[in-house]
């Protein structure tokens, strides 16, 4: 199974934002839904064996899981909309249980690190994608890792407290978008599967 986990510094915490002003009135929600069509979408069909976890403002988790997966398309907007009703859900959680709004999408009210103790519990290790860090390409990889990005903001000071003792590579010598670094990832490892 393939983890990214995107933390989300903008993003609402509610679904009552406007599906016509998904960059500006929601938040840079845009940037979400490319993350998630960039984890999921091949050219006709969808990575099954892929896990995304979206962490919105260190507040709520919303999971998308492969798997069981549905109704995800290619666009912004119906992306949008799925993590519209997840965010509705979230009123229906309890503590940090998860509650699934849609088929294959979960939400929960906990934060980055609540999920670094559920991910490192599973025996996860933690790769934060940062542009200090060692090169993905001359690494070894573990078997069972999640990469972590950011969105459009830089990591701030108490996420990288957080995230010390993760493993950091970079995926190049540029700045990439949070989806096109996803993309990368898919690429190396689809490459590192048939060699």
């Known amino acids: 199974m393939r983890t990214f986990v995107i933390l989300a510094h903008k993003a609402p915490l509610t679904h009552e934002f406007s599906l016509n002003d998904l960059p500006g009135g929601a ?4 940037v979400l839904c490319r993350c998630v069509t960039a984890s999921f979408c091949l050219s006709h069909g969808i990575r099954k064996d892929v896990q995304v976890y979206l962490v919105f403002q260190n507040q709520l988790v919303v999971r998308l899981h492969g798997e069981t997966l ?5 666009d912004e ?11 509705k859900a979230q ?23 609540q999920l670094l103790e559920q991910l490192q519990s599973q025996n996860t290790k933690i790769i934060q994608l940062h542009e200090a860090g060692a090169p993905l390409r001359n690494t070894v990889l ?10 459009h903001l830089e990591f701030d000071p108490a996420e990288d407290a957080l995230l010390s003792q993760a493993l ?9 978008h949070a989806d096109h670094c996803i993309t ?12």
């Open 27 to 30: 938040g840079r929600i845009d």
């Open 70 to 74: 549905r109704h995800l398309n290619p």
């Open 142 to 151: 573990p078997t069972n890792c999640a990469f972590l990005l950011s969105d």
């Open 77 to 87: 907007r119906s992306t949008a909309a799925l993590l519209q009703k997840a965010l």
């Open 91 to 113: 009123s229906e959680c309890v503590g940090e249980q998860e509650v699934q709004s849609t088929s294959g999408i979960f939400v929960s009210r906990r934060g980055l690190p």
């Open 168 to 176: 950091r590579l970079n995926l190049g010598p540029k700045s990439l």
């Open 184 to 195: 990368i990832v898919h690429n190396e490892l689809d490459l590192r599967e048939i060699n």
